[in-house]
């Protein structure tokens, strides 16, 4: 029977007030999960649920997604080096020491960036579908290219239904196995989040900015090569954003990496949270 609760927190750094889902004994191994578009951390409440007898988990809202402030444009530049430097802040301020990582999606950037800058902090990574090599940009990415080439009014239409219910219903179900597994609660949440005032502006600020991950692709590989990092793959490998062949590059540059490979969607824990959840305990007591 599980016994421990999860707990919802709020923490203020530098002026913005970080949501945060907690669980879990501290004095257990750490690990800090970062997620972005479309559900932030609401993505990994039930794998918080299946680990929290075991491990501390810790998944915070980047700034401008979920229950975390959404800072006024004016005053805060929506770019993954900022939204980095924040949740670098936020590691640092809960006390967490060395923990593990895991990111999905946008918390992968997130965390290459944090990673390159103290390369020491991360005990170990758990990637899922995410991405830090061209061969592993899906259909979706390679559709956005030219929004991220020259963003303007025309190749705004390109990427803006992406913020639409059918767009979000890209990540939960195209790919997925089933689609009677996946809860209809959880994309008509994302959407009322991707749909409050200004949402619009600070997600195309972002897409717009990744093409600064991809300008920091090299220096992430070679990160990769150099450190032969402890590191578990799972993946959901019908994703049209960051499908299977960006696990596969990422392996043949890290051959340790453990790698799962799940018949489903970019949002693979929709699908299979229980068997990640129990890769991850072996991975991480093995």
Known sequence: MNK???FYNTVNVDGINIFYREAGDKTKPQIVLLNGVPNASSAFQELINDLKDKFYLVAPDFPGFGNSDVPDKNGFDYTFHNISVVMEKFIDKLGLTHPNVYA???????????ASR????????????????EEGLGPAMIAAAPY???????????????????????????????????????????????SRPGQQEIQLDL???????IAEY????????????????????????????????IKRDVPTAEL?????????????HEDIAASIEAFLNG
């Open 218 to 249: 090299p220096n992430w590989q070679r990160f990769l090569k150099e450190t032969q990092p402890k590191m578990l793959l799972v993946w959901g490998k019908n994703d049209v954003f960051f499908p299977l062949s960006a696990a596969e590059a």
């Open 260 to 272: 799962h490979v799940y018949d489903t969607s970019h949002l693979a824990l929709e699908e299979h």
């Open 104 to 114: 999905l999606g946008y918390g992968g950037p997130v965390t290459f960036r944090i």
């Open 4 to 6: 421990q609760s999860i």
């Open 148 to 194: 991220l080439e020259n963003r303007n009014e025309e190749t705004e239409k390109l990427v803006k239904p992406l913020l639409t219910l059918d767009g979000i219903k890209l990540f939960f179900l195209n790919g997925a196995k089933d689609a009677a597994r996946i809860n209809p609660d959880s994309y008509l949440n994302a959407l009322y989040y991707l």
């Open 118 to 133: 103290r390369p020491e902090l991360f005990n170990s990574y758990i990637l899922q579908n995410s991405n830090a090599y």
């Open 207 to 213: 897409l717009y900015d990744y093409r600064t991950n």
